[in-house]
């Protein structure tokens, strides 16, 4: 049978993924599970529980019918459908920012990291264009190595280049930074230079990742810190494969939002051929 089932509403163009159905004897769908094996159940998985309160809310009154992957039509439903728990990246709708400031949510099931990502995302992840105008402060992953070579002959905006290639701890970071704070991010918020450019970050990601998603986590916070007092930083990722880039966008996503009024700009960067 199908691998997975869909609950879909054709007039909005929109779809949640139910997951893989499981067969009772006589062959009906006994219930959906969604993700690997020892995911929990459907049931027990709050955002997508929710979510799918939030979309049968939402699309009352409509034509909702339940479809499986290998039924015709569904590859258009995939390719021009927008995803509920998508990923921003394919112009779909993650559950986080599908239920921001739903009224039906049920608080008293998340804990206070998830109830801040539902309110207010820390980053907005943006294609990167030249033509925009660049915000005060943004993070840029995968920095291209022609763009690295243009800001380093911007003299008016210093740049610091830091290889995390060896990067063993999070305190490694204080020390090269050479600033008298004993804390990297406070580090990165008083350093004088306009950009900061973290190379060899696919060794990092690949050797430590612990350490990569701790700074990719709080790279936002500090960066909403550094807007706060009118400055202007910019924060690169370089020496990324495709999709390492691709889990850092994720984790970045992912990033806690506290004292966070507007989300940080991150620009994605197109691959390289």
């Known amino acids: 049978m199908s691998d997975l089932g869909y609950l879909i509403c054709a007039p909005c163009k929109m779809y949640l993924t ?113 033509n925009i105008e660049a915000p005060s402060t943004a993070i840029h992953v995968d920095l291209p190595p022609s763009t690295l070579q243009r800001w380093q002959h911007e003299r008016d905006k210093p740049l610091r280049a830091i290889s995390v290639r060896d990067i063993n701890e999070s305190s490694m970071f204080a020390r090269i930074l050479g600033l008298p704070s004993p804390y990297m991010l406070r580090q990165v918020a008083d350093t004088d230079a306009s950009r900061i450019v973290f190379g060899h970050f696919e060794q990092l990601w690949t050797k430590n990742r612990p350490v990569a998603i701790e700074l990719l986590h709080s790279l936002p916070r500090t960066l909403a810190q550094v807007r706060a007092t009118g400055r202007s930083l910019h924060i690169a990722l370089a020496d990324l494969s495709a999709g390492s880039a691709d889990a850092v966008l994720a984790e970045l996503r992912s990033a806690p939002s506290d004292g966070i009024e507007e989300p940080i700009i991150v620009f994605d960067y197109p691959t390289m051929p």
């Open 18 to 130: 139910l997951g893989k159905p499981v067969l009772k004897d006589d062959e009906s769908v006994n219930y959906y599970h969604l993700g690997p094996r020892n995911n929990p159940r459907n049931p027990t998985q709050t955002l997508l529980n929710e979510s799918l309160w939030k979309f049968l809310a939402d699309h009352t009154g409509h034509p909702l019918v339940i479809r499986f992957d290998y039924e015709d039509g569904m590859e258009e439903v995939e390719e021009e459908y927008t995803e509920i728990g998508g990923e921003i990246a394919d112009d779909d709708i993650p559950f986080e920012q599908y239920l921001l400031n739903w009224d039906g949510l049920n608080r008293s099931n998340f804990d206070s990291f998830t109830l801040e990502s539902l309110r207010r995302p820390a980053v907005q992840v943006e294609p990167f264009n030249s």
